[in-house]
T-cell receptor, first 116, second 112 residues
């Protein structure tokens, strides 16, 4: 298996532009997580899905952020409009699991986003 | 609210020694703790999971303990090697959700 795939790996954009990050989870995994990592705040959970349904989006910073999972093999995280403070590394992770059960998470390589 | 705290200062040790990293949590005991390794420019990689009813877990040179009285987990790497140099993240989970809350990580540097 190729593992979790994220694209693009690097994104540089200007403030106000729309940014779309993409993720393909490991086949057969039914939970998908979006994280943001910065030096100041560490690794923060933004949103997670179980069986393509958003379960907890309490970590989404504000309405500028949205995430979708139209099917079991694809998810997007969109930022519109982007701001310099959104600059971070965004990770997607997937796992087998059901609610309340602990399973290891498999992380993608991340997307490094820079908003100028 | 529940917090996961790790020593933000880097830990420098000599090759062959045992490295010990600390993860403290506040308030309630999480149902389980997970430890991950993260190398620069890469995503975290799962290492070990320990549940609250387990005192200790081992995997090769790695050992994790869970002390609910001290509200602490210790992560040990015995016979450390320069290749063990990385950032190690502690994460808690439990309840009705399958999500994890991560600590900020501790950077380990193993020198010759």
């Amino acid at each position: 298996d190729a593992g979790v795939i994220q694209s693009p790996r690097h994104e540089v954009t200007e403030m106000g532009q729309e940014v779309t990050l993409r993720c393909k989870p490991i086949s057969g995994h039914n939970s998908l997580f979006w994280y943001r990592q910065t030096m100041m705040r560490g690794l923060e959970l933004l949103i997670y899905f179980n069986n393509n349904v958003p379960i907890d989006d309490s970590g989404m910073p504000e309405d500028r952020f949205s995430a979708k999972m139209p099917n079991a093999s694809f998810s997007t995280l969109k930022i519109q409009p982007s701001e310099p403070r959104d600059s971070a590394v965004y990770f997607c992770a997937s796992s087998l699991g059901k609610r309340g059960v602990a399973y290891e998470q498999f992380f993608g390589p991340g997307t490094r986003l820079t908003v100028l | 609210s529940q917090k996961i705290e790790q020593n933000s200062e880097a830990l420098n040790i000599q090759e062959g020694k045992t490295a010990t990293l600390t993860c403290n949590y506040t308030n309630y005991s999480p149902a389980y703790l997970q430890w991950y390794r993260q190398d620069p420019g890469r995503g975290p990689v799962f290492l070990l999971l320990i549940r609250e009813n387990e005192k200790e877990k081992r995997k090769e040179r790695l050992k994790v303990t869970f002390d609910t009285t001290l509200k602490q987990s210790l992560f040990h790497i015995t016979a450390s090697q320069p290749a063990d140099s990385a950032t190690y993240l502690c994460a808690q989970g439990g309840g009705t959700a399958s999500k994890l809350t991560f600590g900020t990580g501790t950077r380990l540097q193993v020198t010759l």
